[in-house]
């Protein structure tokens, strides 16, 4: 497939390696243009182009940005054909992207990108840490392989994102719609606890609405306390799971 990836951060870096090494005809870009990508991200696969281009003649659009980023880029999706398939990578953190307030009043991330986008899209990527997916993908069929939702309105977009996931060396799980897609934000047992095919549907179902903002409160704190100092701007895989199955689960 034709994919352009916007956002080149720790999730971007790793979609663009595993799509491009899957044989897909991959595109991304960051904010501030290809002349400014390191040596890195260029040696991933792919090829570097501005945002306007990373949109054009593709199949697959994927957003790998913080979300408070969904409305600067919307006017790029506005022109996309009605059939291209927008993928979200994004979660809500209030303490890194600002008070949101219809997610504050309830309103489901995923439904606010796609207010802000003003078209369909699906969720995926978003429930696994950066560490965890660019160090533990596994082949299909591993007994260990991690698995993650994929949410979508659509019956098609929803598998064709799965398949998208599959790739990626990770378990595609059906979460259902896009109302249904709280189910895998910050907070909930599914959300960066590398669970398996066998044990993330329990954890979607064992998702309480009400606590899990207050549980990706404490993550966010005990997070920021780690990386204190260190330099690190994403927690390693093992605590980032341990503090999540400790909160989450």
Same mark, same amino acid.
């Given at each position: 497939?034709?994919?352009?990836?916007?956002?080149? =951060?720790?999730?971007?870096?790793?979609?663009?390696?595993?799509? !491009?090494?899957?044989?897909?005809?991959?595109?991304?870009?960051?904010?501030? /243009?290809?002349?400014?990508?390191?040596?890195?991200?260029?040696?991933? =696969? /792919?090829?570097?182009?501005?945002?306007?281009?990373?949109?054009?003649?593709?199949?697959?659009?994927?957003?790998?940005?913080?979300?408070?980023?969904?409305?600067?880029?919307?006017?790029?999706?506005?022109?996309?054909?009605?059939? *291209?398939?927008?993928?979200?990578?994004?979660?809500?953190?209030?303490? $890194?992207? /600002?008070?949101?307030?219809?997610?504050?009043? /309830?309103?489901?991330?995923?439904?606010?990108?796609?207010?802000?986008? $003003? $078209?369909?899209?699906?969720?995926?990527?978003?429930?696994?840490?950066?560490?965890?997916?660019? *160090?533990?993908?596994?082949?299909?069929?591993?007994?260990?392989?991690?698995?993650?939702?994929? !949410?979508?309105?659509?019956?098609?977009?929803?598998?064709?994102?799965?398949?998208?996931?599959?790739?990626? =060396?990770?378990?595609?799980?059906?979460?259902?719609?896009?109302?249904?897609?709280? $189910?895998?934000?910050?907070?909930?047992?599914?959300?960066?606890?590398?669970? *398996?095919?066998?044990?993330?549907? =329990?954890?979607?179902?064992?998702?309480?609405?009400?606590?899990?903002?207050?549980?990706?409160?404490?993550?966010?704190? !005990?997070?920021?306390?780690?990386?204190?100092?260190?330099?690190?701007?994403?927690?390693?895989?093992?605590?980032?799971?341990?503090?999540?199955?400790?909160?989450?689960?």
């Amino acid at each position: 497939m034709k994919i352009g990836i916007l956002g080149t =951060g720790n999730i971007g870096k790793t979609l663009i390696q595993r799509l !491009a090494a899957a044989g897909h005809d991959v595109k991304f870009a960051n904010s501030r /243009g290809p002349e400014t990508m390191k040596a890195d991200i260029l040696s991933l =696969g /792919g090829r570097a182009v501005t945002s306007r281009e990373a949109l054009q003649d593709v199949d697959v659009v994927i957003l790998s940005l913080p979300l408070n980023r969904v409305p600067e880029i919307a006017p790029l999706v506005a022109d996309l054909p009605p059939g *291209t398939l927008v993928i979200d990578t994004s979660n809500y953190y209030p303490q $890194r992207d /600002g008070r949101i307030d219809a997610i504050e009043g /309830g309103q489901l991330e995923s439904l606010w990108v796609a207010k802000q986008l $003003r $078209r369909p899209i699906a969720k995926a990527w978003n429930a696994i840490s950066a560490d965890s997916f660019a *160090t533990k993908s596994k082949p299909a069929g591993s007994p260990e392989r991690i698995a993650i939702p994929v !949410a979508a309105d659509s019956e098609h977009d929803r598998k064709a994102a799965m398949a998208l996931v599959e790739d990626t =060396g990770l378990d595609a799980i059906d979460a259902g719609t896009l109302a249904d897609s709280w $189910r895998q934000q910050p907070g909930t047992p599914c959300y960066c606890t590398d669970l *398996t095919r066998d044990e993330l549907p =329990g954890a979607l179902a064992a998702a309480e609405a009400a606590r899990s903002p207050k549980r990706r409160d404490l993550s966010f704190a !005990a997070v920021m306390e780690r990386l204190s100092g260190s330099g690190a701007t994403n927690p390693d895989a093992a605590y980032m799971v341990r503090v999540s199955r400790a909160l989450f689960m």
